[in-house]
Nanobody, 126 residues
Framework: VQLQAFGGGVVQPGGSLRLSCAASGRTFSGYTMGWFRQAPGKERQFVAAIRRTGGTTAYEDSVKGRFTISRDNAKNMVNLQMNNLKSEDTAVYYC????????????????????WGQGTQVTVSS
């Protein structure tokens, strides 16, 4: 399974970016896909996740109301719409996938994910 993340870039505070992650190489009847991020000098952090079936979502508290995760099952793709971006959102963003339907309490755990993309840089700066 290969995950390709794209859509990062440089944006001013208050701006928006849309990240996408495309999965290829294998199809799954069900999966959970998530976004994590890692800022310089910090540990990797959960951002958001979504289940293929039912569309259950989970968000890290600091992005609730600003970020929206969505899925396109036909394209095996997950998107992350990021609005009202802040300087603290600056990080490398990684998408991840597991072929399992994770429950809410485990969707935030990076150890539950089996496949990872290469990361895309998001920089929020004036």
């Amino acid at each position: 399974v290969q995950l390709q993340a794209f859509g990062g870039g440089v944006v001013q505070p208050g701006g928006s970016l849309r990240l996408s992650c495309a999965a290829s190489g294998r199809t799954f009847s069900g999966y959970t896909m998530g976004w994590f991020r890692q800022a310089p000098g910090k540990e990797r952090q959960f951002v958001a996740a979504i289940r293929r079936t039912g569309g259950t979502t989970a968000y890290e508290d600091s992005v609730k109301g600003r970020f929206t995760i969505s899925r396109d099952n036909a394209k095996n793709m997950v998107n992350l719409q990021m609005n009202n971006l802040k300087s603290e959102d600056t990080a490398v963003y990684y998408c991840a996938l597991t072929p399992r339907h994770l429950i809410l309490s485990t969707m935030r755990d990076e150890n539950e994910y089996d496949y990872w993309g290469q990361g895309t840089q998001v920089t929020v700066s004036s």
